[in-house]
């Protein structure tokens, strides 16, 4: 049996393949037209200019609507183990889901106002999904921790907890050098003094992308083991 047909698999491996898809091809375009430097560009610059824009904006989109099945069905997961093991952990449970929902939501900003067009809004589109992001990998996490040995490995929930830490390390980088940044073409001048910065910030914005990517494929253990059912009820007309 392929892994993706077990239970939910499918559901965190097309989020994994399709986002990474999302930035590798929108490089790749990008490169090949001669948008963007080719070492470490920004994400959200391999997808400023048409028509790598038009194909980024659509895959972001449909990479944002997996991401809200994905933590969708995590939050009922957990909501579902506590309910059987006692290990209720609500409140914590609820707020991993609204945080998922809202980086869902700021991905989409990211991808629909390009920096390009409207700056502001792009910008901080681009820091509420970073934030809510590590701020969703840091409460599963925690979630994973609380509800070992019964919903993860301790090997899992160490994983977890070292993705999260990574995304967490590598996102300070990332704004405080970019606050250095003076140029805004897409091109960078590498003989300009803030090119350095400009780097160090592409790279950190890099590895925090694909940290919240290898975080979401660790769910794919625990997606084999339940489904989701949607149950129809019709209320008689009195």
Excluded at 24 to 53: C, M, N
Excluded at 83 to 110: D, H, K, P, Q, Y
Excluded at 118 to 133: K, T
Excluded at 166 to 173: D, N, V
């Amino acid at each position: 049996m392929f892994l993706f047909t077990q239970g939910l698999c499918f559901l965190p491996v097309f989020l994994v393949v399709w986002s990474s898809s999302t930035f590798i091809i929108s490089y790749l375009i990008a490169i090949f037209r001669g948008d963007v430097d080719l070492i470490f560009p920004y994400i959200s610059d391999t997808g400023a200019k048409p028509p790598e824009s038009c194909i980024f904006g659509l895959m972001t989109f449909i990479s944002a609507c997996a991401g809200i099945s994905t933590i969708y069905a995590r939050y009922k997961f957990v909501e579902k183990l506590g309910e059987e093991t006692g290990a209720r952990r609500t409140g914590l449970n609820r707020s991993g889901l609204g945080v998922g929902l809202l980086s869902c939501l700021s991905m989409c900003i990211v991808a629909t106002f390009q920096k390009t067009a409207v700056m502001l809004v792009h910008d901080i589109g681009a820091v509420l999904f970073f934030v809510s992001g590590i701020t969703y990998i840091i409460l599963q996490s925690i979630i994973s921790y609380r509800t070992y040995p019964f919903g993860s490995s301790s090997s899992l929930y160490r994983v977890r907890s070292g993705i999260a830490m990574l995304a967490a390390l590598a996102f300070f980088p990332a704004i405080i050098c970019a606050s250095f940044v003076k140029q805004s073409t897409l091109i960078r001048d590498r003989e300009a003094e803030d090119y350095p910065f400009y780097l160090a910030s592409a790279v950190c914005e890099w590895v925090v992308a694909f940290s919240f990517i290898l975080f979401f494929l660790t769910y794919i253990d625990d997606f084999k083991v339940f489904t989701l059912h949607v149950k129809t009820e019709l209320e008689e007309s009195s």
